[in-house]
């Protein structure tokens, strides 16, 4: 099975957890804080890889990092712990994340441009993609300076590429 599709039960399992036990946001900050762990700190990831390391001591381990946790949430990462998932983290954030947006009728965008968004501008493409799609949006900027002007709009699987760079390559294919 891919990791994908794994992830996906495992998120699926957490988040059905975590809203039977009203606590959606609380365990979603939790996976996100393994997750930036887990890829940002090449020790941590060693030591949960680390196959001649029991199990337990992961879990401690954890215990000790994660000391604001609440029994649910540490006997969540515990589960991820004993059936090694800690190494698809990632895509488990990443899988319970959409299960929230559908859930909360929101949509994740991210906007690719030259330089940062005025509040005005970044308003405005929020208004318009909230109108287009009929959802919420959850607007995320990155700033590429390799784009000359225009933009360039991720929208789950969907790409819209306004970009100057993209105008003047469709100009040039049509001559």
């Excluded at 039977?20 to 941590?44: A, P």
């Amino acid at each position: 099975m891919h990791e994908a599709d794994i992830a996906k039960r495992y998120a699926e399992a957490v988040y059905g957890v975590a809203k039977e036990k009203d606590k959606v946001k609380e365990i979603y900050d939790m996976l996100n804080s393994l997750m930036e762990l887990y890829i940002n700190d090449s020790e941590f990831r060693n030591f949960m890889l680390h196959p001649l390391i029991e199990n337990s001591e992961k879990k401690d381990f954890l215990g000790k990092i994660f000391t604001d946790a609440d029994d649910i949430t540490m006997n969540i990462i515990d589960y991820l712990v004993d059936k090694d998932r800690i190494e698809i983290i990632r895509y488990i954030v990443s899988e319970y994340l959409k299960l929230y947006y559908l859930e909360n009728n929101e949509v994740e965008v991210t906007g690719i441009f030259s330089k940062e968004l005025s509040e005005e501008q970044f308003d405005l493409l929020k208004s318009k993609l909230e109108k287009k799609v009929g959802k919420k949006i959850i607007l995320k900027i990155e700033v590429n300076k390799d784009i000359i002007g225009g933009g360039i709009v991720k929208m789950g699987d969907q790409i819209i590429d306004g970009s100057i760079k993209r105008q003047i390559e469709n100009i040039k294919n049509t001559f």
